[in-house]
């Protein structure tokens, strides 16, 4: 298989650094808090009671 043209090899690794950074654990935390944030609102705009484990 012939190697990759210089311009390839700097798009792989922009597509691996941007896949790292979106995959790292502090963007998954984030997104995780974020689609929790979400799902409370949501549910407090259509009149759902919180949590009832308190």
Same mark, same amino acid.
Do not use: C, W
């Given at each position: 298989? &012939?190697?990759?043209?210089? $311009?390839?090899?700097?798009? @792989?690794?922009? *597509? =691996?650094?941007?896949?790292?950074? +979106?995959?790292? &654990?502090?963007?998954?935390? $984030?997104?995780?808090?974020? @689609?929790?944030? *979400? =799902?409370?609102?949501?549910?407090? +705009?259509?009149?759902?009671?919180?949590?009832?484990?308190?």
């Amino acid at each position: 298989m &012939p190697k990759p043209t210089e $311009a390839v090899q700097k798009l @792989l690794a922009e *597509a =691996r650094a941007d896949y790292q950074r +979106a995959n790292s &654990p502090a963007m998954k935390a $984030a997104a995780r808090e974020q @689609l929790r944030q *979400a =799902r409370t609102n949501g549910n407090a +705009a259509a009149g759902i009671p919180g949590s009832r484990r308190n």
